[in-house]
């Protein structure tokens, strides 16, 4: 976004809050307040975390931390939950964000604001997740539903129980984790949700195969049926799931040239996406299209496939998510060989070259490093 426009939208919003002022409804404190918090949000469209996290800052400052007001608990539990998410995206701030999250759940239990605090504990149980503690994610999960069920019924709730079947599965509790996903699947059909409806369906196969005896056969031919019902209906938010894991399935049964088919269609699907999980696709459909490729004897469309991973990942500062492509490319010399794998990498050089010579530019791509 240009600065220009930037600079609108937040006079904008300033402009807006003096409005409710000149009416009378809100204080001076509450105007600028109110202000950061709509700047923060602002930054946060514009994933510029690091801005947003002081405009919250700025937003809490002004609010008053010993007022009795239920107003101004609210005020200050919102503004510690804003704070709290959009610092979730800088994790070298990790002890802020869980000061931040545990004081928006106590003002939100305090004022009684049942959606806050199921948010709140659902929150809590990613951190929880994050740091390997699966049995308080699993507490924070089950006391995240537990107030979300005071609320109307919404895509939170499918969210939660969704998680918390993954968190049973991690602890070997297979049916509790089954029972979750079809409670989910309802109520997903019952909001009219389709496409959380056929992700959910996936998750479900995905825990079936994986706890059963059922042969990657049977679960091949679910899964194209699934696509094919998800193709018809436009869920195009899990398309590219179900293309992955029949990948993964092909792979399974060595039909490398399906498992790459399913792996480029899965990656393209990523290219449409903008959630936080994405990259993850990104990078397992990406390092499946390499295997397939390299089982198939195409070295060349192996090694462009991870050099395409490593530059994507690396545009969109996917630092971790980088250096697992890395670590792949750095297993080439030795198992391709020495002289193998340079030759592939002049290979694919020459057709760089060539390629930005009919665009009109010349480049010299620089050879792969050990190092990333």
């Not at 609010?63 to 503004?79: G, I, Q, V, Y």
């Not at 959910?200 to 059963?212: D, S």
Request: contains cysteine.
């Amino acid at each position: 976004m240009k600065k220009s426009t930037l600079e609108a939208l937040l006079k904008a919003a300033d402009k807006q809050v003096q409005d409710f002022v000149a009416a009378g409804e809100l204080s001076a404190n509450q105007q600028q307040a109110i202000a950061h918090a709509q700047r923060a949000l602002i930054h946060a469209q514009l994933k510029q975390w690091a801005e947003a996290a002081d405009e919250y800052d700025a937003a809490i400052a002004l609010c008053n931390p010993d007022s009795e007001a239920l107003e101004d608990k609210a005020s200050l539990a919102l503004n510690q939950y804003g704070k709290a998410i959009v610092l979730f995206h800088l994790p070298e701030r990790r002890e802020e964000t869980r000061e931040a999250i545990e004081t928006s759940l106590k003002l939100a239990l305090e004022i009684g604001h049942t959606l806050l605090a199921a948010k709140g504990f659902f929150f809590l149980a990613s951190l929880h997740r994050e740091t390997g503690d699966v049995l308080s994610a699993l507490k924070a999960n089950s006391r995240a539903l537990r107030y979300v069920r005071k609320t109307e019924p919404s895509t939170l709730t499918i969210s939660i129980l969704r998680t918390r079947s993954s968190t049973y599965v991690l602890l070997g509790q297979v049916e509790r984790a089954k029972a979750d996903l079809d409670r989910a699947y309802d109520l997903a059909k019952r909001l009219g949700e389709i496409h959380l409806a056929y992700a959910i369906q996936l998750e479900r196969q995905t825990l079936k195969t994986l706890t059963t005896d059922e042969s990657w056969v049977d679960s091949d031919r679910f899964l194209k049926t699934l696509l094919a019902e998800a193709q018809s209906a436009g869920a195009d938010t899990v398309i590219g799931d179900i293309n992955l894991y029949l990948a993964l399935v092909a792979a399974e049964q060595e039909d490398w040239a399906a498992s790459r088919d399913y792996a480029m269609t899965a990656r393209q699907e990523t290219l449409k996406a903008s959630d936080i999980h994405r990259f993850a696709r990104f990078l397992a459909s990406s390092l499946a299209i390499a295997q397939a490729c390299e089982a198939l004897d195409d070295k060349v469309a192996a090694f462009d496939a991870l050099l395409v991973a490593k530059k994507s990942l690396h545009t969109a500062d996917q630092e971790a998510a980088e250096e697992m492509v890395t670590l792949y490319l750095n297993t080439l010399p030795a198992r391709w060989g020495k002289a193998e794998f340079d030759r592939i990498f002049r290979i694919h050089q020459n057709r760089q070259r060539a390629k930005q010579h009919f665009q009109g530019m010349q480049i010299t791509p620089k050879h792969p490093s050990t190092t990333g």
